[in-house]
């Protein structure tokens, strides 16, 4: 008896061999300040630390949390997409308070 499994894709997940990847919102004061995240993964919630300073594309790897498989299962890898607050928000407008009191250029 042969068996041809064939997995349809997942508009938040995305499978590599064992691996599962998926992109992880954070906020930008997240991503900064470090935070403590709920994330959804397709076992269930599981609590995850984000350090801080995180940048947009790094990989935070969850361990046994992918595919499950008889030889043991994958990992789950969550790609940080730090996502700006709406315009003119209060929360923008908190960010444009803070970013004056600071003497910081990433382009110098």
Do not use: C
């Amino acid at each position: 008896l042969l068996l041809k499994i064939e997995l349809d894709a997942h508009s938040k997940y995305e499978l590599k061999g064992k691996d599962v990847y998926m992109d992880l919102p954070v906020t930008p004061w997240e991503a900064a300040l470090g935070a403590k995240v709920n994330v959804e993964t397709p076992a269930g919630s599981v609590g995850l630390n984000i350090p801080k300073n995180m940048q947009t594309g790094k990989k935070m790897r969850l361990t046994g949390k992918g595919l499950p498989a008889t030889d043991g299962a994958g990992d789950l890898y969550t790609v940080i997409k730090i996502v700006n607050p709406p315009d003119n928000s209060k929360a923008e407008k908190q960010w444009q308070e803070l970013a004056k009191q600071f003497d910081f250029n990433p382009r110098a």
